[in-house]
């Protein structure tokens, strides 16, 4: 039998003026964006947590912590592609990683290819193992009023 290991992610950020609007290391053309000490990428983020909690090893605050001024602003990319090299150094390797994104506004479809491609650049996979959705919250909660973007995150990690 092949080791698996399966770690889920959340990230909910709010939606603000004057911020730029990046999910997946992408911007999207919004009149708001997302609040938060970093780039506020909400999708990299459950990403992240993802692959973190699938070895048990906490989570994105533990290692950029949201106080500390030298994350600031940090590329979400960059974050991530540290988090896969600290996998790595455990012993294993992004199998595959699904996402949903939870947003009314704006349109996704057009942008999750390049979602797409940014995030398996990131963790060195093949497109074919990054999967990114949207859906909306059909006007229900803080993110259904466009307030806020949530996003669920599951990854799939083999040994090395």
């Known amino acids: 039998m092949i080791p698996l290991r399966i770690g889920n992610g959340y990230d909910l950020h709010r939606l603000v003026p004057d911020r730029p609007l990046i999910l997946g290391g992408v911007t999207l053309p919004h009149g708001k964006g997302l609040l938060g000490h970093s780039d506020a990428d909400a999708l990299t983020h459950a ?34 592609g540290q988090v896969v090299a600290l996998i790595t150094q455990h012993g294993w390797r992004v199998n595959n990683v699904d996402a949903v994104i939870l947003a009314e506004q704006p349109k996704m479809k057009p942008h999750l290819l390049g979602m797409r491609e940014r995030l398996a650049q990131a963790m060195q996979v093949e497109l074919g193992q990054v999967s990114v959705k949207a859906t909306t919250n059909e006007g229900m909660d803080a993110v259904g009023q466009q307030e806020a973007i949530a996003v669920y995150a599951v990854a799939l990690l083999t040994p090395v």
């Open 47 to 80: 990403i992240m947590d993802a692959l973190l909690g699938a070895i048990a090893l906490g989570d994105i605050g533990h290692y950029f912590p949201p106080h500390a001024p030298q994350w600031a602003g940090a590329d979400s990319l960059h974050l991530l």
